[in-house]
């Protein structure tokens, strides 16, 4: 067989495996489908697969290999301090109110979403991989290592509190123990997150260590990802996923509010997927991968819609922020605030003005180590940015990092910001 055959029958192979498995249901915390008689199946096959390959995150050979090709982060020794003070990072006596929340306050973390928040292909070394889920490193609810290693939001968090619970500790799926209250879901579209909300709560209800009336708990709900990319391109109104979103977000920030007192959630809008598009000097599989894993962005059918599809991605980011502006979800002991850093978040260039791929999985769709990371400082920065004046496009890792000041020590909230 000629080379020039060779690559793309086994990208073909390869694509089809792991677009099949995000697709499917194949966890419980998605809802029953038409996939589900296949569940068991893939469910094996991905065991059988981290049997032979190993967990990624937890083999030193691994992440040599994604190192070499410049996907982790700048590791930090022991002679780099943590950016901020630790001075005054918990309050002395657990404060009775969500808006007078410090850092270390939080006592339990969680997250609600897609692949994104699952953490898949983080550490991925070939098409095969991107379905590994690394959650334990994932930027929102993954704890795995530390902030030196893994710059994710309960890697910082654990600083100033270290008694954090409930982040994810490692290459797990959420059928596994180890997955904690990270939830997220691969293929997982806005009608599946109020089931997800249900297993979330759940989940924490039942977890002997947490304290339910009076642990502060701050959970990460995002999602969108999936209806852009394979659902609303199929609808006679592309339109009407907007209206079913902005159901399925108040049905889950409700769900949360009458079930878990004591808790801050941070709303993150999806990025506006467009961005894929204007990706330059993609490999060859990433040609093959887009079209596959987001047809309606990417599918020649659609090119005349993109858009129309660019105008529902941005509204379906204002009605998520309108929903967080709701009053009915901002009370004394609990409170949304919508984190806005992927709005016009861009993947950044090479000094060659090149996309640069060091910050993307090898799908260039889901992120590498390096880009969660910065997601992670991003989400962070926006937690400690008045509401108001958070950052919108996201910020190069630890080139800026906030950091709580003797003239606000708490997490931002609209009541606390002073609007």
């Known amino acids: 067989m000629p080379d020039a055959m060779r690559f793309p029958i086994t990208a073909m192979i390869t694509i089809t495996i792991f677009v099949t498995t995000f697709s499917a249901s194949h966890q419980r915390t998605l809802e029953r489908t038409a996939f589900d008689e296949y569940t068991p199946l ?17 083999t030193a050979r691994s992440l040599q290999t994604v190192r070499s090709r410049n996907k982790l982060q700048k590791q930090m020794d022991g002679t780099i301090n943590f950016p901020c003070s630790l001075n005054n990072a918990r309050s002395e006596k657990r404060p009775s109110s969500v808006h007078a929340l410090r850092p270390g306050d939080i006592d339990v973390i969680g997250g609600i979403g897609d692949s994104l928040t699952a953490g898949f292909g983080l550490t991925a070394t070939s098409l095969a991989t991107v379905f590994v889920e690394n959650r334990g490193i994932a930027f929102s609810s993954g704890g795995q290592g530390s902030w030196r290693n893994f710059l994710t939001l309960p890697n910082i968090l654990k600083v100033f509190n270290p ?9 797990y799926f959420t059928i596994d123990k180890e997955s904690r209250f990270n939830v997220a879901e691969g293929a997982a579209i806005s009608d599946n997150m109020p089931y997800m909300a249900k297993v979330l709560v759940n989940r924490i209800k039942m977890d002997p260590k947490v304290d ?6 701050m959970i990460t709900f995002s999602i969108g990802a999936n209806d852009f990319c394979t659902e609303m391109c199929y609808r006679e109104k592309p ?5 079913d979103h902005k159901e399925d977000v108040i049905d889950v920030l409700r769900i949360l509010r009458d079930n878990l007192p004591r808790t801050f959630v941070n709303l993150v809008p ?3 997927l467009e961005i894929i598009s204007r990706f330059t000097h993609k490999p060859p599989q990433c040609y093959v991968t887009h079209s596959v894993e987001c047809p309606c962005i990417f599918g020649l059918s659609y090119t005349k819609y993109q858009k129309r599809f660019g105008q529902i991605i941005r509204k379906w980011q204002k009605i998520e922020e309108d929903v967080v502006n709701m009053d009915e979800f901002d009370t004394d002991d609990f409170t ?13 260039k090479t000094k060659e003005g090149k996309t640069d791929l060091s910050f993307l999985s090898e799908d260039c769709f889901h992120l590498s180590q390096k880009g969660n990371a910065q997601a992670a400082n991003s989400l962070w920065n926006n937690i400690m940015e008045p509401v108001g004046r958070k950052d919108v496009h996201g910020t190069m890792l630890f080139k800026k990092f906030r950091c709580p000041t003797a003239n606000h020590l708490y997490l931002f909230t609209r009541r606390n910001s002073k609007l």
């Open 42 to 58: 893939l469910r094996q096959i991905r065991k059988l697969f981290i049997a032979v390959m190993g967990r990624p995150t937890h």
């Open 163 to 171: 008694k954090l619970h409930g982040y994810a500790l490692g290459d």
């Open 212 to 217: 339910l009336k009076n642990d502060w708990k």
């Open 239 to 243: 339109e009407s996923i907007l209206e």
């Open 270 to 272: 999806p990025p506006n």
């Open 336 to 348: 949304v605030v919508y984190q806005p850093f992927t709005e016009e978040y861009a993947v950044p």
